[in-house]
């Protein structure tokens, strides 16, 4: 069965956090300048949202003497923003919010030169979700009537958008394919916001967006899931069953994290790793969570670098 990551971090939550609390309680550090807040993704998608919200969240509770910034890297998948914060060794002031190209970027292009496992591990915040979207007024009501309606067409007609090239999206459309004897031609694009508006405005036939990209469009009846991949259905969308449901044994889920340079200094970790076990807490972020079918509980330390030893692995099989 391939149920990613979710039931291997929840052993890891509690021992974390725990692990946590007493080293960062001892810190004395603060930022002496303001944080550069990178997004490995374009503006509008559900990294961009999530950074964008917990900036406001510390910036309203004044739970940092510094701003952050959020500063959107979205090129070659993530590569431009994983470069960037590798180039940023040793500074206690670039924090990055992660996806899961965090881990198939590096494998796609080994020629980047970086080992993830270097990072500086801050915070899980949750994992994402996603489900299979078409326009409303497509005609399809389920996966069956959706795969009979890409194979009338030609191969390659049938346009999927996604964030980036190698991504979680690209992965989830490479399952499609070869799950159902399917030849969907994937098209990148810069974040899934973009993504979104490209399915609404129908130069594309269907997406994999997170909730938080699509459901404006779902509230406004332009668009619908058809079905989940997700272990079980979702709150936000009763009427989508699961790819399980179907009798796909497969699920699957997105980081959404944040993480230090390369050698940042223990100091600066625990202030972080302390400042976003807070901004966990906080009822705006646990709104969110609810409001954007986020799940997942907050890992840090090593308990978060475990989660990712475990992710590489399971997306090393994927990939191949």
């Known amino acids: 069965m391939l149920s990613i990551f ?15 609390v007493p080293f960062a309680a001892s810190a004395e550090w603060t930022p002496k300048k303001p944080i550069d807040f990178i997004i490995m993704a374009g503006k509008g998608g559900g990294a961009d949202k999530m950074a964008r919200l917990m900036q406001s969240v510390i910036q309203k509770n004044n739970m940092s003497p510094m701003p952050l910034t959020p500063i959107n890297k979205s090129g070659g998948t993530g590569a ?3 470069i960037h914060l590798k180039q940023k060794t040793g500074d206690d002031h670039t924090i990055m919010v992660t996806l899961n190209s965090f881990y198939t970027t590096p494998m796609r292009q080994s020629g980047l ?22 326009k409303s007024d ?5 996966v069956d ?4 309606a890409v194979k009338a067409k030609k191969d390659g007609e049938w346009l999927m958008g996604g964030t980036g090239s190698g991504s979680e999206d690209n992965i989830l459309t490479d399952y499609l394919n070869a799950t159902y004897g399917l030849k969907i031609k994937y098209i990148p694009y810069k974040g899934g916001g973009d993504v979104a508006k ?26 619908k899931p058809l079905a989940a991949f ?5 709150a936000m969308y009763p009427d989508a069953p699961t790819f399980k449901e179907l009798g796909k044994d497969f699920s699957y889920f997105m980081q959404r994290s944040v993480v230090g340079a390369p050698g940042m200094s223990a100091e600066a970790a625990a202030y972080y790793q302390k400042l976003f076990a807070d901004v966990y807490k906080t009822t705006e972020w646990q709104e969110y969570k609810a409001k954007k079918s986020l799940q997942g509980e907050f890992l840090t330390g090593d308990g978060l670098k475990s989660y990712w030893a475990k992710a590489i692995k399971t997306h090393e099989g994927l990939l191949k």
């Open 6 to 20: 979710t039931k291997f971090a929840k052993g890891l939550a509690v021992a974390s956090v725990a692990a946590m």
């Open 80 to 82: 431009e923003a994983l």
């Open 113 to 134: 030169g970086v080992d993830v496992m270097t990072f500086t591990p801050i915070g899980r915040m949750a994992e994402d979700t996603f489900l299979l979207w078409v």
């Open 138 to 142: 497509s005609g399809i009501n389920n």
């Open 145 to 148: 009537e959706f795969v009979a």
């Open 198 to 223: 490209a399915l609404a405005g129908g130069h594309i036939q269907s997406t994999v967006n997170n909730p938080s990209e699509q459901d404006g469009f779902f509230k406004a009846g332009t668009t």
């Open 230 to 234: 997700t272990d079980e259905r979702l």
